[in-house]
């Protein structure tokens, strides 16, 4: 199933030093077997030190890795190449996007955790996300869990990535952003509207909450994807980088299964 998902990866993986110029040490484990040890990480749920050795490499050693691509962005280049690779082929719909975000707890402290107010003031993080009409995640970032929805607008408005069109330049921005009552300020709505985004979004006290599930059921359709990934059903690590990155691997298998149907079809 990831063998198209390898193709991607190796675009966007930095080349490996194959002979050490000190000379010894140990023969480094390959790149694909240390892919497969980490998207089942990420889909298992389990702990680094839980990790099975079946995969080839042991747990420090995909650990390193981990953090190593963590560092140098491989991640979101992938993910970057599948957006392109979707949108080339029609995929992508900019007419009308939608934003929400999610909370889920942490086990431990750590950067970006705060008082969750629907779980009691435990700690928790927020996973905040942009998708399009068909659910595809566009704009990703995380925070504490005390964190207003409203503030995470503009930085995730602005984190979406220039995208490859089928005709003229790279495109950024959707034509029609769709929130609910957590972003009903007026701000907000200048900040969009001064960029040319269209906004709808739903207005304290007026509107009934009840049919806000029209038009952005898709976007909580995604989130119930990223519940796929069980290593986010907790946070475990207090690294807010690491949490950030097992978001962008979820977010890139969803995207990469859309792509994978194409492809076989």
């Known amino acids: ?9 190796r675009r966007v993986v930095p080349p490996t ?17 240390a892919l497969a040890a980490i998207i089942f990480v990420a889909t298992s749920g389990c702990t680094w030190r839980q990790f099975p050795p079946v995969f080839g490499p042991a747990w420090p050693t995909v650990y390193r890795r981990f953090t190593q691509w963590s560092r140098e962005r491989v991640w979101a280049r992938l993910y970057r190449v599948i957006l392109d690779e979707l949108r080339a082929r029609g995929e992508l719909d900019w007419s009308r996007c939608a934003i929400d975000s999610v909370s889920l707890r942490a086990a431990k ?9 629907t779980d009691r003031g435990k700690l928790g993080s927020k996973i905040h996300l942009i998708c399009d009409r068909n659910g ?8 504490g869990a005390n964190m207003h929805d409203s503030q995470g607008l503009e930085p995730l ?6 995208i490859r ?4 330049p790279r495109r950024r921005r959707p034509a029609k952003l769709r929130a609910d009552k957590g972003y009903d300020y007026a701000h907000l709505r200048r900040w969009l509207s001064k960029r040319g985004i269209r906004h709808r979004i739903a207005r304290k006290g ?5 049919r806000l599930g029209r038009h952005r059921w898709v976007v909580e359709r995604t989130v119930s994807w990223l519940a796929g990934c069980r290593r986010l059903h907790r946070r475990y690590g207090r690294k807010a980088k690491h949490l950030l990155t097992f978001v962008a691997i979820a977010t890139t298998l969803i995207s ?10």
Request: hydrophobic residues 30%.
């Open 256 to 265: 990469y299964r859309r792509l994978a149907t194409l492809l076989t079809a």
């Open 136 to 143: 595809l995640p566009l704009s990703l970032g995380t925070s």
């Open 17 to 33: 030093v194959v002979i050490r110029p000190q000379g010894g040490g140990r023969r480094r484990a390959g790149d694909r077997k």
């Open 165 to 168: 069109s089928r005709r003229g």
């Open 1 to 9: 199933m990831y063998d198209e998902l390898w193709v991607l990866f």
């Open 206 to 210: 007026i509107e009934s909450s009840k």
């Open 157 to 162: 408005v602005r984190g979406i990535p220039p």
């Open 109 to 117: 402290g750590g950067h970006l955790t705060g008082p969750n107010p």
